[in-house]
T-cell receptor, first 112, second 113 residues
Framework: GDSVTQMEGPVTLSEEAFLTINCTYTATGYPSLFWYVQYPGEGLQLLLKATKADDKGSNKGFEATYRKETTSFHLEKGSVQVSDSAVYFCALRHSGNTPLVFGKGTRLSVIA | NAGVTQTPKFQVLKTGQSMTLQCAQDMNHEYMSWYRQDPGMGLRLIHYSVGAGITDQGEVPNGYNVSRSTTEDFPLRLLSAAPSQTSVYFC????????????FGPGTRLTVT
């Protein structure tokens, strides 16, 4: 079946450091790919998405590119802030009628 | 537009008690789902529905029942609560078409003693 693998956390960075969170997937066909973010005590929010190969999703300074050849969707940000401290989930989905498949999440802590 | 709402926000149950977690959305989404989130386990799918009158099991359905009588509501029932059901529960919804992004509710934190 489909699966998503994320790098293990927690990840601790200093403010203004470069962030990469690795995500790879196993799936048939061409699923849509997502990054969700969960701030402390809250539900999940969509951070960015990509629906086909070579698409780049971006939002709030975060970026991720859908790489079909390496089955990856790594999350990057050039300069993290304390307010980026959260848990980040990579996910895939084939269609609106099928469940999202999540990775286990990566906790990011950014210190001033 | 309230999005996805969940009630209650917190609940404490004794083993063997029953209760219903409520979920509602006002976006006319066909697809709705329930997840539980345990520390270190990520999110696990309990049940989902692709429309009124249609439900299906996810990864961890045992101990939970659902029904979908309207597009807006998707309640999750615990018939006889067990300590293993202590978790944070999230409801989510989306359009059946489009790019598949799901919208999540704020969660219900359930403790079973």
């Amino acid at each position: 079946g489909d699966s998503v693998t994320q790098m293990e956390g927690p990840v601790t960075l200093s403010e203004e450091a470069f962030l990469t969170i690795n995500c790879t997937y196993t799936a048939t066909g061409y699923p849509s790919l997502f990054w969700y973010v969960q701030y402390p005590g809250e539900g999940l929010q969509l951070l960015l998405k990509a629906t086909k190969a070579d698409d780049k999703g971006s939002n709030k300074g975060f970026e991720a590119t859908y790489r079909k050849e390496t089955t990856s969707f790594h999350l990057e940000k050039g300069s993290v802030q304390v307010s980026d401290s959260a848990v980040y989930f990579c996910a895939l989905r084939h269609s609106g009628n099928t469940p999202l498949v999540f990775g286990k999440g990566t906790r990011l802590s950014v210190i001033a | 537009n309230a999005g996805v709402t969940q009630t209650p926000k917190f609940q404490v149950l004794k083993t063997g008690q029953s209760m219903t977690l409520q979920c509602a959305q006002d976006m006319n989404h066909e697809y709705m789902s329930w997840y539980r989130q345990d520390p270190g386990m990520g999110l696990r799918l309990i049940h989902y529905s692709v429309g009124a009158g249609i439900t299906d099991q996810g990864e961890v359905p045992n101990g939970y029942n659902v029904s979908r009588s309207t597009t807006e509501d998707f309640p999750l029932r615990l018939l006889s609560a067990a300590p293993s059901q202590t978790s944070v529960y999230f409801c989510a919804s989306s359009y059946s078409g489009g790019t598949g992004e799901q919208y999540f509710g704020p969660g219900t934190r359930l403790t079973v003693t």
